[in-house]
């Protein structure tokens, strides 16, 4: 079975403008989350989609957002881009509604200039 | 708020010396508990994970008991091998909720 991908894997965006990653799960998945990581803040959880609704949310201003379609890719968007929002961003897929183990994809490295 | 503590790094061993990373946490019921490791380059990986009290989770030589006594799930390693060199980093997850509380990570490095 095909692990987690994300694309892109690299990305580099200017202040002010905004971006897309996406996310697809592994096959059969409907949960997927999404975490920032930095070396600063470690790592943070952003928000979970399960079955196309957002179920929970992190702590993070709303220029940060996502979605997830029928099929369980997600993807999400980041926008106005600030500095500090470089960072690897990673997904992870989980099998159900209520799950003990997540499964994360390689990540996409954003670096904002 | 739910938070997990985890032991300072980077820790530096030799080859087959016995490896113990501290995690403890904070948290309301009984969380799931997990470590999951991260290779240069990669995303992260689960290693072993605890779902309730004295549970013990165990994968590739490594080992962590849930301690709900003492609020820890302490990883273990009798003897490391070069290839453990990686992040390894403590989290939970509420019961009912798919999203993971992360400690900072530690780093580990085995030297030859």
Same mark, same amino acid.
């Not at chain 2, 999203?99 to 530690?106: I, K, M, P, R, S």
């Given at each position: 079975?095909?692990?987690?991908?994300?694309?892109?894997?690299?990305?580099?965006?200017?202040?002010?403008?905004?971006?897309?990653?996406?996310?697809?799960?592994?096959?059969?998945?409907?949960?997927?989350?999404?975490?920032?990581?930095?070396?600063?803040?470690?790592?943070?959880?952003?928000?979970?989609?399960?079955?196309?609704?957002?179920?929970?949310?992190?702590?993070?201003?709303?220029?940060?957002?996502?979605?997830?379609?029928?099929?369980?890719?997600?993807?999400?968007?980041?926008?106005?881009?600030?500095?500090?929002?470089? &960072?690897?961003?990673?997904?992870?897929?989980?099998?159900?509604?209520?799950?003990? /183990?997540?499964?994360?994809?390689?990540?996409?490295?954003?670096?904002?200039? | 708020?739910?938070?997990?503590?985890?032991?300072?790094?980077?820790?530096?061993?030799?080859?087959?010396?016995?490896?113990?990373?501290?995690?403890?946490?904070?948290?309301?019921?009984?969380?799931?508990?997990?470590?999951?490791?991260?290779?240069?380059?990669?995303?992260?990986?689960?290693?072993?994970?605890?779902?309730? &009290?004295?549970?013990?989770?165990?994968?590739?030589?490594?080992?962590?008991?849930?301690?709900? /006594?003492?609020?820890?799930?302490?990883? /273990?390693?009798?003897?490391?091998?070069?290839?453990?060199?990686?992040?390894?980093?403590? &989290?939970?997850?509420?019961?009912? &909720?798919?999203?993971?509380?992360?400690?900072?990570?530690?780093?580990?490095?085995?030297?030859?």
């Amino acid at each position: 079975k095909a692990g987690v991908t994300q694309t892109p894997r690299y990305l580099i965006k200017t202040r002010g403008q905004q971006v897309t990653l996406s996310c697809s799960p592994i096959s059969g998945h409907r949960s997927v989350s999404w975490y920032q990581q930095t070396p600063g803040q470690g790592l943070q959880f952003l928000f979970e989609y399960f079955s196309e609704t957002q179920r929970n949310k992190g702590n993070f201003p709303g220029r940060f957002s996502g979605r997830q379609f029928s099929n369980s890719r997600s993807e999400m968007n980041v926008s106005t881009l600030e500095l500090g929002d470089s &960072a690897l961003y990673l997904c992870a897929s989980s099998p159900g509604e209520v799950s003990y /183990e997540q499964y994360f994809g390689p990540g996409t490295r954003l670096t904002v200039t | 708020g739910d938070s997990v503590t985890q032991m300072e790094g980077p820790v530096t061993l030799s080859e087959e010396a016995f490896l113990t990373i501290n995690c403890t946490y904070t948290a309301t019921g009984y969380p799931s508990l997990f470590w999951y490791v991260q290779y240069p380059g990669e995303g992260l990986q689960l290693l072993l994970k605890a779902t309730k &009290a004295d549970d013990k989770g165990s994968n590739k030589g490594f080992e962590a008991t849930y301690r709900k /006594e003492t609020t820890s799930f302490h990883l /273990e390693k009798g003897s490391v091998q070069v290839s453990d060199s990686a992040v390894y980093f403590c &989290a939970l997850s509420k019961t009912g &909720a798919n999203n993971l509380f992360f400690g900072t990570g530690t780093r580990l490095t085995v030297i030859p």
